[in-house]
C-alpha cells in the first residue's frame, strides 16, 4: 500500500551542566493512502488539545511536553493550537520587543549567561528551502530575512547528487503560507532565545537541504515507450531514474543493451541514460554496490516512470504533486539557502595568476592568437624528449599497431607562440593516446573554443592533462587499478581527459598579468571509443560539443583528487581565496 509520511517539526530544548541546547529534529507519522486522495494533510490546523483553561503561570518555555488534552506552554504550542489561555499575556507581552523589531547589532564577542563554555551553536534546517524563495523579502518572511541582513549569508549552497531527501507535496505556486509558517517558527525561535537571553550567545545557522522544481504528471516520460518489456526491471522513478534488474541474477538482464534501447531514440526525448560509470564526474555518484548500474539523467521540470499505470493521481484525474526534487545539483532550482547569524565569514572569491605543478600549461593564450601553420613533415612526426629515459618512452610504432587508438596533444602545436615553441610542441612527452571519436571532441576544444575564450576573456591560461579512474571512485588510480593499455605496448590509456581554463575575472587585464580576482572553468571530459551521449554526433562538431564539454564541468578541486595533483601552489593569496577557486563550480545556468 502506498503511504505518505507527515513531518511535524519538533524543538526540544535539553538543559545540561554546561548550558542549553536547542536541537531542531523531526517526527514522521504513517499516513494511509486514502488520507492523501484530497492533498496533504494539515498538520498544523487540526489540534488534539482542546482544554486552554489550564494556566502559563511558572511554566513558560517549560521543557516537557504535556500530550493532549491538557494545555501547553513551551515554545510550539502556538504551532498546534494548544497553548493556555494566558500563554500570550504572561509568557509572551513582557514589555520587550520582537527580536525582529530589534536592529542589527554587532556582536564582537558572546554574551553567554554564567555556565557556558562556549556559544551553542543551533541549524535550522528546511525541507525544499529553495535559494530563490528569499527573492520573497521581509513581507512574506521578516525573521528569516533579518537573519540574512544582519547575519552572514551565501547567495546559495549546492547540495550533492542527488538532490533528494524525501518528496515535499506543497506546490510552487502556493508556496507563501508555508513559507510564513516557517518563518513563524523562526520568529518564536528567536523570541525565546531572547528571552533566555541567549540572543547575543547562540550562533544560528539557517539551511535547506536542496531546492525545489516545478513538476507535474502531464511532464512524465514513460520507459515503455522505449523498451518492449518493463516488467522484468525496477525503477526508482521521479527525478531521476535508477534502473536495476528486478529479479537476482536475472540472465536476460542486460545493462549495455538496455542503454542502447534508451539513447537517443526521440527527438524530444527528455531524459539521457548512462552507465553510472560514464555519469560526469562532479556528480561523485558511482563507486556504491548500491548506485544502480543504469542511471538516467532527467531534463529539469521533467519526471520518468515505467509506464503509465505507476503515475499515482487522485481520484479526480489531477496531479498529486506539483513540485519535486533530485535533479542534477548544477541545476539552479536545486540549489539551497545558506544563512547565519552572529558569526561573520566574509570571504570572496578571487586568486592571483598561479603557477602550478602540471603535466602541461598551456599560454597563457592572448585573444590574439591564430591557428599558424605547420610545416607538413612535422604534422605525423614527433620528437624523443631527451628527459625520459627511452625504456621510459612512448614511440609512435605502438599507435600503428593497434587500429582502434590514435593519438592527440595536450598541448595543440599550432597556437604556440613561437617557432622555438611549436617545434616543443611535438615532443613525444605531449602525446597522448586518443580514441579516433574522441580526438574530434579534443581537436574542436582546442582549435575552436579555447581560442574563442581567450578571445572573449582577454587571454586565458590552460592547463590540461590524463586522467585514470578505472573504478570510478573519483580518486586517482595506482598503477595496478590501470586496466586498459595501447595494444602491444605500456602506454595507459586514460579513462579520462581534464582542461583547466583561468582568466582575469576583469576581462581588461590580460590572464598573464593580473592583479584582481580570477575567474575559472574546469572540465572532465570522459574519453570513450564513441560519441554516442551526443545524439546529434554525426553532424558538425560545431552543433554539439561545446553543449557537451559543459555538461562535463568540473571543480578544480574534482581534478585533484583524481589527478593527485595540487593546483594554484605558488601565490601571495589567501588560502580562503585559493579554496574558494578550488571549489567553483561554473554551471552555465542563469542567475537564481
Given at each position: 500500500m502506498y503511504e505518505g509520511i507527515l513531518?511535524?517539526?519538533?524543538?526540544?530544548?535539553?538543559?545540561?551542566?554546561?548550558?542549553?541546547?536547542?536541537?531542531?529534529?523531526?517526527?514522521?507519522?504513517?499516513?494511509?493512502?486514502?488520507?492523501?486522495?484530497?492533498?496533504?494533510?494539515?498538520?498544523?490546523?487540526?489540534?488534539?488539545?482542546?482544554?486552554?483553561?489550564?494556566?502559563?503561570?511558572?511554566?513558560?518555555?517549560?521543557?516537557?511536553?504535556?500530550?493532549?488534552?491538557?494545555?501547553?506552554c513551551d515554545n510550539l504550542c502556538k504551532s498546534y493550537s494548544s497553548c493556555c489561555h494566558d500563554f500570550d499575556e504572561l509568557c509572551l507581552k513582557t514589555g520587550e520587543s520582537h527580536w525582529v523589531d530589534d536592529d542589527c547589532e554587532e556582536i564582537k564577542a558572546p554574551e553567554c549567561?554564567?555556565?557556558?563554555?562556549?556559544?551553542?551553536?543551533?541549524?535550522?534546517?528546511?525541507?525544499?528551502?529553495?535559494?530563490?524563495?528569499?527573492?520573497?523579502?521581509?513581507?512574506?518572511?521578516?525573521?528569516?530575512?533579518?537573519?540574512?541582513?544582519?547575519?552572514?549569508?551565501?547567495?546559495y549552497m549546492r547540495p550533492v547528487y542527488p538532490t533528494k531527501t524525501f518528496p515535499n507535496l506543497y506546490t510552487l505556486a502556493t508556496m507563501t503560507n508555508p513559507l510564513r509558517e516557517i518563518d513563524k517558527t523562526v520568529g518564536q525561535l528567536m523570541d525565546g532565545l531572547k528571552q533566555l537571553k541567549l540572543h547575543r550567545c547562540v550562533n544560528v545557522i539557517f539551511v535547506g537541504d536542496h531546492g525545489m522544481e516545478d513538476v507535474t504528471c502531464d511532464r512524465t516520460e514513460f520507459l515503455s515507450n522505449y523498451l518492449t518489456n518493463v516488467d522484468d526491471i525496477t525503477l526508482v522513478p521521479g527525478t531521476l531514474g535508477?534502473?536495476?534488474?528486478?529479479?537476482?541474477?536475472?540472465?536476460?538482464?542486460?545493462?549495455?543493451?538496455?542503454?542502447?534501447?534508451?539513447?537517443?531514440?526521440?527527438?524530444?526525448?527528455?531524459?539521457?541514460?548512462?552507465m553510472k560509470q560514464h555519469l560526469p564526474k562532479r556528480l561523485h555518484y558511482a563507486n556504491n554496490r548500491r548506485i544502480e548500474d543504469i542511471?538516467?539523467?532527467?531534463?529539469?521540470?521533467?519526471?520518468?516512470?515505467?509506464?503509465?499505470?505507476?503515475?499515482?493521481?487522485?481520484?479526480?484525474?489531477?496531479?498529486?504533486?506539483?513540485?519535486?526534487?533530485?535533479f542534477d545539483n548544477k541545476v539552479n532550482s536545486m540549489q539551497n539557502k545558506l544563512e547565519e547569524l552572529n558569526k561573520r565569514l566574509h570571504t570572496k572569491g578571487s586568486t592571483e595568476v598561479f603557477f602550478a605543478a602540471v603535466e602541461v600549461e598551456h599560454g597563457p593564450f592572448s585573444d590574439q592568437a591564430e591557428v599558424s601553420s605547420i610545416p607538413e613533415h612535422l604534422t605525423h612526426c614527433v620528437r624523443p624528449d631527451v628527459r625520459v629515459s627511452p625504456g621510459f618512452s612512448q614511440n609512435c610504432l605502438a599507435y600503428k599497431n593497434d587500429k582502434q587508438m590514435s593519438y592527440g596533444f595536450l598541448f595543440p602545436p599550432?597556437?604556440?607562440s613561437s617557432p622555438e615553441a611549436k617545434y616543443d610542441a611535438f615532443l613525444v612527452t605531449n602525446m597522448v593516446p586518443m580514441y579516433p571519436a574522441f580526438k574530434r571532441i579534443w581537436t574542436y576544444?582546442?582549435?575552436?573554443?579555447?581560442?574563442?575564450?581567450?578571445?572573449?576573456?582577454?587571454?586565458?591560461?590552460?592547463?590540461?592533462?590524463?586522467?585514470?579512474?578505472?573504478?570510478?571512485?573519483?580518486?586517482?588510480?595506482?598503477?595496478?587499478?590501470?586496466?586498459?593499455?595501447?595494444?602491444?605496448?605500456?602506454?595507459?590509456?586514460?579513462?579520462?581527459?581534464?582542461?583547466?581554463?583561468?582568466?582575469?575575472?576583469?576581462?581588461?587585464?590580460?590572464?598573464?598579468?593580473?592583479?584582481?580576482?580570477?575567474?575559472v572553468s574546469s572540465f572532465i571530459l570522459p574519453h570513450r571509443p564513441d560519441n554516442d551521449e551526443s545524439c546529434n554526433s554525426s553532424e558538425d562538431e560545431s552543433k554539439w560539443v561545446e553543449?557537451?564539454?559543459?555538461?562535463?564541468?568540473?571543480?578544480?578541486?574534482?581534478?585533484?583528487?583524481?589527478?593527485?595533483l595540487d593546483f594554484y601552489r605558488k601565490t601571495s593569496r589567501s588560502y580562503s581565496e585559493i579554496l574558494t577557486l578550488k571549489t567553483y563550480l561554473h554551471t552555465y545556468e542563469s542567475e537564481i
Open positions: 513531518m511535524s517539526t519538533v524543538i526540544s530544548l535539553f538543559t545540561f551542566a554546561i548550558g542549553v541546547n536547542i536541537c531542531l529534529g523531526f517526527t514522521a507519522s504513517r499516513i494511509k493512502r486514502a488520507e492523501w486522495d484530497e492533498g496533504p494533510p494539515t498538520a498544523l490546523s487540526d489540534s488534539p488539545w482542546t482544554n486552554t483553561s489550564g494556566s502559563c503561570k511558572g511554566r513558560c518555555f517549560e521543557l516537557q511536553e504535556v500530550g493532549p488534552p491538557d494545555c501547553r549567561p554564567a555556565g557556558f563554555v562556549r556559544p551553542p551553536l543551533i541549524i535550522f534546517s528546511v525541507d525544499g528551502f529553495r535559494a530563490s524563495y528569499m527573492k520573497k523579502g521581509s513581507k512574506v518572511m521578516p525573521n528569516i530575512e533579518k537573519l540574512r541582513s544582519c547575519g552572514t549569508h551565501a547567495p535508477r534502473i536495476r534488474s528486478k529479479f537476482i541474477n536475472n540472465p536476460k538482464y542486460d545493462p549495455k543493451a538496455i542503454i542502447a534501447n534508451l539513447t537517443c531514440k526521440k527527438p524530444d526525448q527528455h531524459f539521457k541514460p548512462y542511471h538516467l539523467l532527467v531534463d529539469r521540470r521533467w519526471h520518468v516512470a515505467r509506464k503509465p499505470l505507476d503515475v499515482y493521481k487522485k481520484p479526480s484525474g489531477k496531479c498529486f504533486f506539483q513540485g519535486d526534487h533530485g599550432y597556437l604556440s576544444f582546442q582549435r575552436v573554443l579555447v581560442k574563442k575564450y581567450a578571445s572573449e576573456r582577454n587571454g586565458v591560461n590552460v592547463i590540461s592533462g590524463p586522467i585514470f579512474d578505472y573504478n570510478y571512485d573519483g580518486l586517482r588510480d595506482t598503477e595496478e587499478e590501470i586496466k586498459q593499455y595501447v595494444e602491444g605496448s605500456s602506454i595507459p590509456v586514460p579513462t579520462h581527459y581534464y582542461s583547466i581554463i583561468t582568466s582575469c575575472l576583469d576581462f581588461t587585464q590580460p590572464a598573464d598579468k593580473c592583479d584582481g580576482p580570477l575567474s553543449e557537451l564539454i559543459k555538461t562535463h564541468t568540473a571543480r578544480v578541486r574534482d581534478i585533484e583528487h583524481l589527478t593527485g
